[in-house]
């Protein structure tokens, strides 16, 4: 199969956090089952080429529209591990994509509208249509009625449009006119039946045109599946999702075992295999990455109780009160903490620069607010816990890259955290599940895993074993896309 993703991210080149891992993990895995993939991405100024062995212009001039201006793009083609990489460069004077960052613009909904509607052109002009299109999130999710009301023929090359929900609350909830913008008429598209949004009927969302318009729609973990289809998870679209259920399926994330592997992460000091019957090398190794880690961050060097790390958006998402809240306990615990952050709403900057200040040269406490790759893997290496305390959770990532380094995830039970952590509890237990956003369960969760690390050293390996023994690959969760890629029929479209 020829299998299009278009994103708004790609690790290692352009990551801002989950979606960037899973569209490589995801496309790698395809390349490998034997696809031919590709993935359209925004060429980003903080792409650093030299990921790249060659690069060459593939379309000198592309032209789409915008509010009633044609735009000339360059679409540079690269590969990169055998996926093949287009880059949308526009040459427009918003210098959509020139602004040192991936989100966080003033006029994301401007960048991103424009990028859709300049990647649907790219693909429209494109002799071989792909069989598969794949896209991800609202940046992308207007391509879907553009391809449908719009390109005609494109639409009908397309054997399946396939949408991925990769988070329900960033919906794109844009006035119509932004529509317009990008050649639909938005006062057609704002009723009930089509993109109105149902919080605000004056607006048009993206998310909702998605779902309505695509083929499938996928989610990142079969608990979320479930959660989305409730008012609390929705956030707003109960109604949509209910009515395009049959076609709504979950299918939980898998980490790329290749970038996340121990025995060869070239980011840490002392490598060990993600083999659990190697637990005594683990053990040893962790503990010397530990070592390396406090130093270079001036943290003491000898503790009794547990590292805890935390490696997270700081978004209202991820329960910011509780991740400060966990900080204080880990430490009263005789712990040490350490928070890897990009703070993503400015509302929670001040509660957060203020407990860097409390707790500066703190030998037990340590907070970093950038996005540091290199650092998030070495803590992946040295930690004994990581604490993902998440509101709710789609998927979640850190708690399965943790499982492979050998990181005992304490996580809520929300989304996919509850679908890859088995708690203490159970069987084959991999990690401490608490149920509540409240800080006395917090407080319980850690009371549990610092007796179980301190007192029961046994019990502590074999959750270490059974987290690496998971099986964290894409394999069966790129099994079950190319099932989703060939099943139903083909929406029709009433125009
Ligand atoms: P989300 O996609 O909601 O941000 P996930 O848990 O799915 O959360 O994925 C987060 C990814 O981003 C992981 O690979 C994690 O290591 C990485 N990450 C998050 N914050 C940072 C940071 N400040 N520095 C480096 N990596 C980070």
């Known amino acids: 199969m020829h299998i299009t993703h278009v994103a708004t991210e790609f690790s290692p080149f352009a990551k801002a956090g989950g979606l960037g891992d899973v569209i490589h ?3 790698r895995q395809q390349v490998k089952d034997g696809h031919t993939v590709s993935v359209i991405l925004p060429k980003y100024d903080i792409i650093d080429i030299k990921f790249f062995e060659a690069i060459e212009i593939y379309v000198q001039d592309l032209w789409t529209y915008e509010d009633g201006v044609e ?19 526009p040459h427009h004077n918003c210098y959509y994509f020139n602004r040192g960052l991936i989100y966080g613009a003033m006029n994301d909904t401007e960048r991103f509208l424009y990028f859709s509607r300049t990647a649907t052109e790219f693909l429209n002009n494109e002799k071989q249509k792909p069989h598969i299109l794949h896209l991800h999130d609202w940046p992308t999710a207007a391509m879907v009625p553009l391809i449908r009301f719009l390109t005609p023929q494109l639409n009908a090359e397309i054997k399946s449009l396939i949408f991925n929900v990769h988070n329900m609350e960033h919906q794109g909830r844009i006035h119509p006119k932004y529509l317009s913008r990008i050649g639909l008429n938005g006062a057609d598209f704002l009723s009930k039946e089509r993109m109105q949004d149902p919080v605000k009927p004056e607006m048009i969302n993206l998310l909702k045109g998605a779902i309505t318009y695509s083929d499938q729609v996928v989610t990142v973990s079969p608990t979320y599946a479930q959660e989305i289809k409730t008012p609390e998870f929705s956030f707003g679209l109960t109604q949509t999702v209910e009515k395009f259920k049959s076609k709504l399926h979950g299918i939980l994330n898998g980490i790329e075992i ?23 090398d683990i053990i040893r190794n962790k503990e010397l990455n530990k070592k390396a880690l406090f130093k270079e961050l001036g943290l003491a060097p ?18 910011p009160e509780l991740i400060l809240h966990a900080l204080k306990q880990v430490n009263e615990l005789g712990g040490t903490f350490i928070l890897l952050g990009s703070i993503c709403e400015p509302q929670l900057e001040k509660d957060f620069h203020q407990a860097k200040a409390v707790y500066k040269n703190h030998p037990n406490i340590h907070l970093c607010f950038e996005f540091k790759e290199d650092l998030a893997h070495k803590l992946f290496a040295a930690a004994d816990a990581i604490f993902i ?14 499982m492979r380094y050998g990181t005992v995830p304490i996580g809520r039970n929300t989304g996919g955290l509850k679908d890859t952590i088995t708690d203490i509890s159970k069987p084959l237990s991999t990690g401490f599940i608490f149920n509540d956003l409240a800080k006395i369960q917090v407080d319980k969760a850690l009371e549990k895993a610092f007796d179980l ?3 029961h050293p046994s019990k502590w390996q074999s959750l270490i074993q059974n987290g690496m023994n998971r099986d964290a690959s894409w394999a069966p969760a790129a099994a079950l896309y190319e099932k989703i890629y060939t099943c139903g029929d083909k929406l029709k479209i009433a125009k």
């Open 25 to 27: 993990g995801l496309s």
């Open 71 to 89: 735009f000339h793009n360059t679409v540079y083609k690269t590969s990169f591990e055998d996926i093949t990489i287009y880059l949308i460069e």
């Open 258 to 280: 290749d970038t996340w592997n121990p025995k060869t992460d070239q980011y840490i000091s002392h490598k060990y295999p993600a083999n659990s019957t190697f637990i005594h």
């Open 302 to 319: 000898k503790i009794n109780g547990p590292l805890v790390i935390c490696i997270t958006r700081i978004a209202s998402q991820k329960a």
């Open 389 to 402: 305390p998440s509101k709710f959770e789609p998927c979640g990532l850190t708690q399965i890259i943790s």
């Open 453 to 455: 690390y301190a007192n």
